[in-house]
């Protein structure tokens, strides 16, 4: 796409032709590494690497940043950077062309322009909020919702009159980065998609529980009944919910959680290389991430930060939930996790530690 982008002036994804199959933020981020790939007459896929390579130093400092805004602790912002900082798989996509490499990194980056803006509360950081959400959006829609729960904390935090002011003046992010995107498609094809043209794909291969059905024979049946993607996944849906609610509501809940989260992302082709016991320790700390969020998120609700971010990491799961899982997917989420968890292991490491300070006196 990026290559057909720069090469032959038009925005087309697995076609000859312009169309509008996926958000823009990716290809674009590419287009542009192409073009200085160019201009300094070296290998595209190199400067792509290294561009994702600072965009995850970038985002670890951000994540610090962040951990240290909203919990006043070094201890707590040091752990979280460390847990995100050595948690391997993320990072490691920093070697392809995958999406998630900017787009963790983008959410990473709104994440903290939220907090910078709430603590700051001027309008130049909200406008900034505004358009690093915006791209981060272009690069993956998922977390769209979440847009509605952070505003709603602005309710809380300054009240209604002033929530709708900063909504306001958070339009300036969609109104620079998304409605040209909307526009050309309008122009382009009449419809004003917002985010992508096709979504069926994924949601129809999210539509196979436990992975009992061979998805070459549904894609089969859907080649027969001359439907849409899309159309044919939400037949299914309803069809599986009635015929046998036990088996798609395990899979809609926990058996999608299951596949994303149940071992770490395997690191590509270094995971060969790693002795059992690294690949143990890996495993052992993506467990400790996962478990550790939702366990010190439920034991330290009552943190209003901690409350928002366990809500976070529910919808992103539950919304998650509806399309087809893959571990790199889950990955999206942990920098979330690993700001909860460096929380609760330094909280409750000072109240063992103030506990056994009180015996002794």
């Given at each position: 796409?990026?290559?057909?982008?720069?090469?032959?002036?038009?925005?087309?994804?697995?076609?000859?032709?312009?169309?509008?199959?996926?958000?823009?933020?990716?290809?674009?981020?590419?287009?542009?590494?192409?073009?200085?790939?160019?201009?300094?007459?070296?290998?595209?896929?190199?400067?792509?690497?290294?561009?994702?390579?600072?965009?995850?130093?970038?985002?670890?400092?951000?994540?610090?940043?962040?951990?240290?805004?909203?919990?006043?602790?070094?201890?707590?912002?040091?752990?979280?950077?460390?847990?995100?900082?050595?948690?391997?798989?993320?990072?490691?996509?920093?070697?392809?062309?995958?999406?998630?490499?900017?787009?963790?990194?983008?959410?990473?980056?709104?994440?903290?322009?939220?907090?910078?803006?709430?603590?700051?509360?001027?309008?130049?950081?909200?406008?900034?909020?505004?358009?690093?959400?915006?791209?981060?959006?272009?690069?993956?829609?998922?977390?769209?919702?979440?847009?509605?729960?952070?505003?709603?904390?602005?309710?809380?935090?300054?009240?209604?009159?002033?929530?709708?002011?900063?909504?306001?003046?958070?339009?300036?992010?969609?109104?620079?980065?998304?409605?040209?995107?909307?526009?050309?498609?309008?122009?382009?094809?009449?419809?004003?998609?917002?985010?992508?043209?096709?979504?069926?794909?994924?949601?129809?291969?999210?539509?196979?529980?436990?992975?009992?059905?061979?998805?070459?024979?549904?894609?089969?049946?859907?080649?027969?009944?001359?439907?849409?993607?899309?159309?044919?996944?939400?037949?299914?849906?309803?069809?599986?919910?009635?015929?046998?609610?036990?088996?798609?509501?395990?899979?809609?809940?926990?058996?999608?959680?299951?596949?994303?989260?149940?071992?770490?992302?395997?690191?590509?082709?270094?995971?060969?290389?790693?002795s059992p016991m690294v690949k143990k320790l890996i495993n052992f700390q993506h467990l400790l991430i996962v478990v550790g969020a939702f366990a010190f998120g439920f034991i330290y609700h009552k943190n209003r930060s901690i409350l928002v971010l366990l809500i976070i990491i529910l919808i992103y799961i539950g919304l998650s939930n509806l399309f087809i899982p893959v571990g790199r997917y889950g990955a999206f989420i942990i920098p979330v996790m690993c700001l909860v968890v460096s929380y609760g292991i330094v909280t409750s490491v000072e109240m063992l530690v103030g506990k056994l300070r009180f015996k002794r006196a």
């Amino acid at each position: 796409m990026a290559q057909r982008l720069v090469y032959d002036g038009y925005y087309g994804y697995n076609a000859d032709q312009p169309n509008a199959y996926v958000t823009p933020s990716h290809p674009i981020y590419l287009a542009g590494n192409i073009l200085l790939a160019d201009f300094l007459h070296i290998d595209h896929l190199f400067l792509v690497k290294i561009s994702n390579m600072i965009l995850n130093m970038l985002a670890l400092f951000a994540l610090y940043l962040t951990a240290k805004m909203l919990f006043k602790n070094e201890w707590m912002a040091c752990l979280t950077a460390l847990l995100y900082g050595t948690y391997l798989a993320p990072l490691h996509f920093f070697r392809s062309l995958l999406t998630e490499s900017p787009a963790i990194n983008f959410f990473i980056f709104s994440i903290f322009c939220y907090v910078l803006a709430v603590k700051k509360n001027q309008w130049r950081y909200h406008v900034l909020f505004g358009i690093i959400a915006s791209i981060t959006l272009m690069f993956r829609p998922t977390p769209a919702p979440i847009l509605l729960l952070v505003w709603l904390i602005l309710i809380f935090q300054f009240g209604w009159k002033k929530a709708i002011q900063i909504g306001f003046i958070w339009c300036v992010g969609p109104l620079i980065v998304m409605l040209p995107w909307v526009i050309r498609n309008y122009i382009q094809f009449q419809h004003a998609f917002l985010f992508s043209s096709h979504s069926g794909n994924p949601l129809l291969g999210g539509t196979n529980p436990f992975f009992l059905e061979d998805f070459d024979g549904i894609l089969a049946r859907l080649n027969e009944l001359g439907i849409t993607d899309k159309e044919y996944a939400i037949r299914r849906i309803k069809n599986g919910f009635t015929e046998n609610f036990p088996l798609w509501f395990s899979w809609f809940t926990v058996g999608k959680f299951a596949v994303m989260f149940h071992q770490a992302e395997p690191i590509g082709n270094y995971y060969n290389f790693f002795s059992p016991m690294v690949k143990k320790l890996i495993n052992f700390q993506h467990l400790l991430i996962v478990v550790g969020a939702f366990a010190f998120g439920f034991i330290y609700h009552k943190n209003r930060s901690i409350l928002v971010l366990l809500i976070i990491i529910l919808i992103y799961i539950g919304l998650s939930n509806l399309f087809i899982p893959v571990g790199r997917y889950g990955a999206f989420i942990i920098p979330v996790m690993c700001l909860v968890v460096s929380y609760g292991i330094v909280t409750s490491v000072e109240m063992l530690v103030g506990k056994l300070r009180f015996k002794r006196a």
